[in-house]
T-cell receptor, first 115, second 111 residues
Framework: GAVVSQHPSWVICKSGTSVKIECRSLDFQATTMFWYRQFPKQSLMLMATSNEGSKATYEQGVEKDKFLINHASLTLSTLTVTSAHPEDSSFYIC???????????FGPGTRLTVT | KQEVTQIPAALSVPEGENLVLNCSFTDSAIYNLQWFRQDPGKGLTSLLLIQSSQREQTSGRLNASLDKSSGRSTLYIAASQPGDSATYLCAVLPNTDKLIFGTGTRLQVFP
């Protein structure tokens, strides 16, 4: 099956610093990648959708200047949390879509803790 | 606006029981519906995907049904095992490409 990896799996950073999270599709080309965040005991909330070579489309309420998304190739998307604050602490999950049947394949997630 | 609800929110059962997890959605105009499993602190594992034209899908001890007209899907787990303990999420794909997730059912199967 299609495999998506994320790096790092967990990260702790100080308030005010920036953190980059990578999402890679290992055995397929992801024409579209999605970024979600998940708070404890809550469901996934879509943050943004990115297509390779295009600017990301952000969901309402998500600050695009704070959560920078780059989809430079068909196998790599990055999410940079800029000037992180404790309220940004969350579980961030990415997914990739091949474009066939609109099925998404999810990464293992990245736990971000901002101190 | 599409909303997805899952009942029950939590379930604790002894090993061996057959289980029913429910998912309801408010807008029947969907492209497909997926069931996922999420272990604590982990990402999502896709269990079953049902296209809008299908009524059910089966994989091993899992069977998912879809009734679009009533806005419902059911995930059946046969002969539950402690290893089935996880959170189960359903998600619908409206006629766009943005998945909308349900609230989840936290399942615990004890020996």
């Amino acid at each position: 099956g299609a495999v998506v990896s994320q790096h790092p799996s967990w990260v702790i950073c100080k308030s005010g610093t920036s953190v980059k999270i990578e999402c890679r599709s290992l055995d397929f080309q992801a024409t579209t990648m999605f970024w979600y965040r998940q708070f404890p005991k809550q469901s996934l909330m879509l943050m943004a959708t990115s297509n390779e070579g295009s600017k990301a489309t952000y969901e309402q309420g998500v600050e695009k200047d704070k959560f920078l998304i780059n989809h430079a190739s068909l196998t790599l998307s990055t999410l940079t949390v800029t000037s992180a604050h404790p309220e940004d602490s969350s579980f961030y999950i990415c997914s990739g879509e091949t474009g066939l049947a609109f099925e998404q394949y999810f990464g293992p997630g990245t736990r971000l803790t901002v101190t | 606006k599409q909303e997805v609800t899952q009942i029950p929110a939590a379930l604790s059962v002894p090993e061996g029981e057959n289980l029913v997890l429910n998912c309801s959605f408010t807008d029947s105009a969907i492209y497909n519906l997926q069931w996922f499993r999420q272990d604590p602190g982990k990402g999502l594992t896709s269990l079953l995907l049902i296209q809008s034209s299908q009524r059910e899908q089966t994989s091993g001890r899992l069977n998912a049904s879809l009734d679009k007209s009533s806005g419902r899907s059911t995930l059946y787990i046969a002969a539950s095992q402690p290893g089935d303990s996880a959170t189960y999420l359903c998600a619908v794909l409206p006629n766009t490409d943005k998945l909308i997730f349900g609230t989840g059912t936290r399942l615990q199967v004890f020996p």
